[in-house]
């Protein structure tokens, strides 16, 4: 299997994100990292690297390669915070869910000026629309106290049911995946959707194909493989 070369994380969204957490631990062998807090948002994370191919993952304390700018971020409501603000990120969440993902491709502003020219009534181009909706600026501290700023795109609701992707750019801070932290393996990465061919169309033209099939919703679906066992979402 192989991912966009844009691929940038996978979003799974939980109701707890402490048990949650210990779940995974139990169902792969490896227990995510903390990731921080979304100061206003109401929500907080936990991070595992990623890899494509799991091939022998047989230690919990195997560390992502540095240079591989991929991961998997545990979204959750925030103890700490008011549970009101997450109700909008986590609107129906009641299992664990892929809920979204992201890409971050080489000129995050082009990418954005060219899906907002699509949406013009002028546009004659055959490419589809591809509303990615606004920009947001956003920032988090990590654990270790280190600041983490960058922007991405948001619209709600989520655009094909969270198949279609968001952008995101790092900036000038480093990657959440440039840290230790264990690893899963990505087995497969899949999306189910009722218009194939409408959806694979919108992922082309971001660049961002994976694979697709019809179903009677629109879903994202993952296979993580751990040394402790696999678990498909």
């Known amino acids: 299997m192989s991912l966009p070369p844009d691929f940038d994380h996978l979003v799974i969204a939980v109701p ?7 779940q995974y631990h ?8 903390p990731g921080g807090t979304h100061p206003g948002l109401g929500t907080a994370n936990a991070l595992l ?15 992502v390669d540095a240079h591989r700018d991929s991961y998997i971020e545990i979204l959750g409501p925030d103890p700490e915070q008011d549970p009101a603000l997450a109700a909008s990120r986590l609107a129906g969440i009641t299992e664990p869910t892929v809920q979204r993902w ?7 502003d082009a990418v954005v000026t ?3 020219r699509s949406l013009q009534p002028a546009a004659h181009s055959k490419e589809p629309n591809v509303d990615l909706g606004e920009v947001h600026y956003m920032s ?9 700023e ?43 959707s009722t218009d194939v061919d409408t959806t694979s169309r919108v992922l082309r ?15 994202l679906h993952a296979t993580l493989k751990g040394p402790g066992g696999s678990w498909t979402i």
């Open 16 to 22: 707890n994100l402490a048990q949650s957490v210990e």
């Open 26 to 33: 139990d169902l792969v062998g490896v227990k995510a990292i």
């Open 49 to 63: 690297g990623l890899k494509v191919e799991a091939g022998s993952l047989e230690a919990e304390d195997v560390s």
């Open 102 to 108: 992201a890409i971050h491709p080489a000129d995050f």
């Open 114 to 116: 060219s899906c907002a």
């Open 140 to 148: 988090r501290r990590t654990p270790e106290g280190t600041l983490l």
């Open 150 to 192: 960058w922007r991405l795109t948001r619209r709600a609701p989520l655009a094909l049911g969270g198949i279609q992707p968001f952008l995101i750019d790092w900036k000038d801070s480093p990657h959440p995946a440039r840290q230790p932290m264990p690893v899963v393996g990505l087995e497969r990465f899949w999306a189910t």
């Open 205 to 219: 033209s971001l660049g961002a194909t994976i694979e697709v099939e019809a179903g009677v919703t629109e879903a």
